[in-house]
Each structure stands twice: as structure tokens, then as C-alpha cells.
């Protein structure tokens, strides 16, 4: 009786723990779902800012997979290739292609446009070639 | 605490209680505790006192120090009272205090974290009961108070009860490492004393330390520093420590035999470096009061510092606020500017344009165009900063992270190695800087200044407060949300202003 008293008490502790570092990872998740959603449109060249926070949801997408956090990245890429088409800005989404390659490009192509999707390929082909031959 | 009554609530608590419960206690958060002056009571005292850090601890002996005295000044001793309760202490042999101060304080405080002690010569910090520590222990070898007297214990002397005494107070014994003396190497009083010992055994010890430390000031203000620690340790704990007599004897004399005249400019050079609060009075007597004058000086060459920092500062910031206007730069800045929309020697091969590009887009060739900019084809007008035949090409062409070492080469310098200007940004810097910037997470390196830096990073000029161009036109630093980090800010400073820039003394 005691023993099995004292399992339920280890087993509790261990959900709870499990609970709050779940607890804590979906708040950060709804923290950059709330942040992405309300980017409807990119001005100028979207700027260090948005770039900052396309990274850092990447970031933390490639460790805590969240489909909607996903989807809510992709969209906001796309609108920033509307008005910015520089090759570098794919290194923004570097960690979650990297560390889940088919999930995330899946969901990316989906929102991206067609012309979007084109220029996305080609400017990952220009980031590779630049890390080979340099840019000088 | 009665644990079997613990164990029973655990048992009646249903999983949903404890889910609650949990619950409750991560909505309330952490808590204050309030300390009421009903709840002033000696162990609450102990508790708040053990959680004050060394710094707090220092500040607080070192305040109440100087409440007694001056609470010691205005009392008047032959006040019967005060009489009464001297006269008590007396009649029962009270011999628990060391002093004075002892009496009136619990002995939570009677612990000074700012007491050194002597062992073998080495200092040493003590534990909490006061319990001078091993000299080659790391708490005490990795303490970095430490350097103010010298050198660590380093060199055993490689045998059980043997010690090794420290050379700067006992001389370099047989093999210039220290005296190694027969004693109980866990005792601090007997390990000083058989040092004290023997020290005095080898002749004309006294003479041959008084010369070495009058011919090495470093030395000397050292020596000084182990002096006036001990003289702090021996006027309040004489009883614990049974070396202070001799030791303190030795020390003294020492000291003032080696303070000469000669010594005093470089000693009050030296001296702001081991002069504290603590041991000014001590490092006064001993010095014939140089402790006063090094802290004055230490004051005066703090003050020069500041004077010339902020005038160099302000040169600097005169020779940059000019830098774009200077008719080279303004030339690079025009040719950049215009090369941003044009396609360069066939670097856009390999892209969809081939004359022309839009002005706002990148071609990963960063580096290319500013050096093209900067060392322009002898057909383009404009001043130059070198001939185009220096231009290495293609996969010779080293990347923008490495960009400050063709610069270097034409007279350019990063602003950010002077320390007046190492607050500078790419956005706070004036117009004319040429900024080198890192890749990180990349997976290529070079080696730039010595420091390893993700290749091939990026370069651009700003060329005024809202463009900062390379094979493109920004509007803002190219950090590109934090994956290139700047390094370098590079400038030509001229001559003129480098030559009214001071030395900063140290």
C-alpha cells in the first residue's frame, strides 16, 4: 500500500513537471502566432525587425513543432517576398527546414505563391553558392 | 516536524487535490518574506546575514566599524554605568571576546570577510569559524583578491610535513622557490613559525630582503600589502593566530627599512593597487603616509584619464563627422551609389540580368563592388584610394569578413579598436564608415585579427544616414535580423587629427 502510494506521488510529480514544460513552450508558441498574425502586409522591405522575428520563430519551431506556428511563418515570408526579393532572407527559415526538412517545406510551399516558390529555390541555390565561392 | 502526519495527508489527498494544489502554488508564485520587528530575533538576523553577498557583507562591517568609532569617540567611559558593566566583564574573567567589539556583537558578525591571514607567508582567506585555509587550496589559489600579494603557493616541496614558505617574505631558500621547513603543513601557527625560524637562521636574511625588495617596487608594494593585511588580523584576532608577535615584528621592520626615499614615485605608482579602506591606516604607517598619497594620485590619474579620454574622443568624433566629405570617400560613396543598379565585369552571370540590375537587390556580391568602389577601373573619374591593378578577382577574392585587410592596407582603421569609440554601432556611426560584418551559424570560417569569423559575412559603405550600400541599397544596417553581426567599423582618420590625439596614462 505504501509503496504504491509512494509511485503515484513519483508519477504525479513527474506529470507535473512534464505539464509546466509543456505549459511553458505552448505560451511561447501563442507568443509568436499572436506576434506573426498581425503582419497582414509588409511595408518597405519589411526591415531588421520582421526579419528578427521570423528568425526567432523559426528558431523556436525547429525545437517545439507547432503546425500553426508553421503556417502563420509561411504566410509572412510570402508577404515578405512580395516586396523584398533578396537571396539572404531564406536563412531566416533555416532552422525549421533544417530540423524538419519535409513537415515545414510542405506547409511553406503551400502558402508561398508561385512566383514566391521559384524565387525561394533560387535564392537557396544563391545562398549555397555563396558560402562555396565567397562574395568577393 | 512529525513526518508520519505529513505522510497521512499525502495519503488522503486524492490526485485532484494535488493537481490543485500544484495549481494554487503556480498562480500564487514566489513569496516575500516580511521581516516585522516582532520577528527581530537573532537567528532571523543570522539568516539575513548569510544572505548578503561578500560585497554587501564588506560594506556593512566596514559601516558598522565606523559607527563604533565614532560611537566610541562620543562615550563617556567614566560614566558609571558604563563603568559597571566593564567592572562586571572583569570580575567573572570573561574571556570570550577578543575585543571590545566582540562584546556588542553576536557572533554571526564577529566573521570579518575582509580579514586575510598569514600562513607559512602565504595569505589565505578564512572559513566560517575562522579557520585559515590552505594556501595551494583552489578557493584560496583561485581567489582573485589574491594578486595583490604575489604570487600562490605553487611549488610543493614534495614530502608529507614539509612546507613550502613563501620566497617574498622568507627568501628563496636553497632552490630560489622558498625555504621547504619541517612543520605540521595543516597548521597555519606552526607552519609560520618554523618558517619564521628558519628564515631568521640564514645569514644575513634581513639585509639581503631589505635590498632585494628596494630593488623590485612591484615586490616591495607587495611585501607592503602582506604587512598591512597583517597588522589588521593581529590587532583583532592576536589570540588565534600565535605568530603575530614575531611575524608582525619581522614584517614591520622590514617594510620600513625598504621604504626609501628613492622608492616613493614608483611606490606611489604602485600603491593604488593594494591600498583599500580596510588597510589605509596600516599602509600609512608603514609608508610614512604614502597610503594617503597613492589614493590621491590614484584620484589625480583617474581624473587625467577621463580629460584625455573625452578630449580624444571629441577629435575623433570632428575627424568622422567630416569622413564622407573628404573628396576620396565622397568619390567611393558617388561610385557605389551609381554601381548599385549595374552589372559589374560579369558578376551578374549566372543571375537573370546582365547589364543592369535593380538597385535594391543583392547578387552575393558584396565585397566585389565595394572594392570596386574603392579601387575603381582607371576609364572612371573620381579620386582613388588605390589602382584597380590590385584588385584580386573572382575565387581569389578574399570574403566581406576579411574585408579590413585590404583596407588596413590603404590607411583605413576600425574605429572600434579606439576605446572612445567602441560604443559606436552601424547606426550610430557618421556617414564615410566602410562596416564588415560576420555570418554566424555559417559554416565556413576565416580567421580575421586572430579571431575565428563566419565567412563570407558582409560589407557595405554608408554612404549617408539612411543608405548603406555594397551591391545594393539598404536603408538600415544589413544585419538581416541578427545572422550577420558587425566586427569592424573602418575609417581613414587623417593625419591631422591622429596627431592631436593624447596618450591616455595608465
Redesign the interface.
Do not use: M, Q, V, Y
Given at each position: 500500500m505504501k509503496t504504491q502510494n509512494f509511485l503515484k506521488f513519483i508519477l504525479m510529480m513527474v506529470f507535473l513537471m512534464g505539464f509546466s514544460h509543456h505549459t511553458l513552450s505552448s505560451s511561447l508558441d501563442q507568443h509568436y502566432i499572436e506576434k506573426l498574425q498581425q503582419i497582414k502586409v509588409v511595408k518597405g522591405n519589411g526591415g531588421n525587425d520582421l526579419y528578427a522575428l521570423i528568425r526567432e520563430s523559426a528558431q523556436h519551431l525547429s525545437v517545439n513543432w507547432n503546425e500553426k506556428l508553421a503556417i502563420e511563418i509561411s504566410r509572412v515570408f510570402n508577404e515578405l517576398s512580395n516586396v523584398n526579393e533578396n537571396y539572404f532572407l531564406v536563412e531566416l527559415l533555416a532552422p525549421a527546414v533544417e530540423k524538419h526538412k519535409d513537415k515545414f517545406k510542405k506547409i511553406l510551399f503551400k502558402n508561398l505563391s508561385k512566383k514566391n516558390r521559384v524565387l525561394y529555390e533560387k535564392n537557396v541555390e544563391m545562398v549555397r553558392k555563396e558560402e562555396r565561392e565567397g562574395n568577393g | 516536524m512529525d513526518l508520519s502526519k505529513v505522510r497521512n495527508f499525502?495519503?488522503s489527498m486524492s490526485?485532484t487535490r494535488?493537481?490543485i494544489l500544484?495549481g494554487l502554488t503556480?498562480l500564487i508564485g514566489a513569496y516575500q518574506q516580511d521581516i516585522h520587528a516582532k520577528d527581530f530575533h537573532p537567528d532571523t538576523i543570522r539568516l539575513a546575514y548569510d544572505d548578503l553577498t561578500f560585497k554587501e557583507k564588506t560594506e556593512f562591517h566596514h559601516t558598522l566599524m565606523k559607527v563604533l568609532e565614532i560611537q566610541t569617540k562620543s562615550t563617556k567611559y567614566s560614566d558609571p554605568k558604563i563603568n559597571v558593566l566593564l567592572e562586571k566583564i572583569s570580575q567573572h574573567n570573561f574571556s570570550g571576546p577578543d575585543s571590545f567589539i566582540d562584546l556588542f556583537l553576536p557572533s554571526t558578525f564577529a566573521n570579518d570577510p575582509t580579514l586575510y591571514c598569514h600562513f607559512g607567508g602565504w595569505m589565505a582567506t578564512m572559513d566560517n569559524d575562522e579557520n585559515c585555509m590552505l594556501p595551494w587550496s583552489r578557493w584560496v589559489r583561485g581567489d582573485a583578491e589574491m594578486e595583490t600579494f604575489g604570487a600562490t603557493y605553487e611549488h610543493s616541496c614534495g614530502g608529507a610535513n614539509l612546507f613550502r614558505c613563501n620566497p617574498l617574505i622568507f627568501g628563496p631558500g636553497e632552490d630560489g622557490k622558498g625555504i621547504c621547513t619541517t612543520t605540521d603543513d595543516s597548521d597555519p601557527n606552526l607552519s609560520t613559525s618554523s618558517c619564521l625560524e628558519d628564515f631568521m637562521q640564514t645569514p644575513d636574511a634581513l639585509e639581503n630582503k631589505v635590498n632585494e625588495l628596494q630593488e623590485d617596487p612591484q615586490a616591495l608594494a607587495q611585501y607592503l600589502a602582506i604587512t598591512a593585511e597583517t597588522m589588521r588580523l593581529c590587532e583583532v584576532r592576536a589570540r588565534k593566530f600565535s605568530y603575530c608577535n614575531d611575524l608582525l615584528h619581522l614584517l614591520e621592520s622590514t617594510s620600513k627599512a625598504a621604504v626609501t626615499c628613492e622608492a616613493h614615485d614608483s611606490l606611489v605608482s604602485l600603491l593604488p593597487n593594494i591600498v583599500t579602506p580596510f588597510n589605509e591606516d596600516e599602509l600609512n604607517e608603514i609608508t610614512h603616509g604614502l597610503g594617503a598619497e597613492a589614493i590621491r594620485y590614484a584620484r589625480e590619474l583617474e581624473e587625467r584619464q577621463e580629460r584625455i579620454s573625452r578630449e580624444n574622443r571629441e577629435v575623433l568624433e570632428e575627424a568622422l563627422a567630416g569622413a564622407a566629405q573628404e573628396s576620396t570617400m565622397a568619390a567611393t560613396i558617388e561610385r557605389i551609389r551609381n554601381n548599385a543598379s549595374k552589372c559589374l565585369r560579369g558578376l551578374c552571370k549566372?543571375t537573370e540580368y546582365s547589364s543592369s540590375k535593380p538597385a535594391?537587390?543583392?547578387?552575393?556580391?558584396?565585397?566585389?563592388y565595394v572594392?570596386h568602389a574603392i579601387y575603381p577601373y582607371p576609364s572612371e573619374s573620381g579620386e582613388r584610394y588605390a589602382n584597380f591593378s590590385e584588385y584580386?578577382w573572382g575565387?581569389d577574392?578574399?570574403?566581406?569578413v576579411?574585408g579590413g585587410n585590404w583596407l588596413k592596407d590603404h590607411g583605413f582603421e576600425n574605429i572600434l579598436d579606439y576605446p572612445e569609440m567602441s560604443h559606436l554601432t552601424p547606426e550610430t556611426a557618421p556617414p564615410g564608415a566602410i562596416i564588415v560584418y560576420e555570418k554566424i551559424?555559417?559554416?565556413?570560417n576565416s580567421t580575421v585579427d586572430g579571431v575565428r569569423r563566419g565567412?563570407?559575412?558582409?560589407i557595405e559603405i554608408k554612404a549617408s544616414a539612411n543608405e548603406y550600400i555594397s551591391d545594393?541599397i539598404?536603408?538600415?544596417?544589413t544585419?538581416?535580423?541578427?545572422?550577420r553581426r558587425p566586427i569592424a567599423i573602418y575609417y581613414q582618420i587623417p593625419d591631422s587629427y591622429k596627431e592631436r590625439l593624447q596618450e591616455v596614462p595608465q
Open positions: - | 499525502g495519503e490526485s494535488w493537481f500544484w503556480l549566372g535594391t537587390k543583392s547578387i552575393a556580391k558584396c565585397a566585389a572594392k584580386p575565387r577574392a578574399d570574403d566581406a576579411e551559424n555559417s559554416r565556413r565567412a563570407p559575412g558582409h545594393f539598404n536603408d538600415e544596417p544585419r538581416i535580423g541578427g545572422l
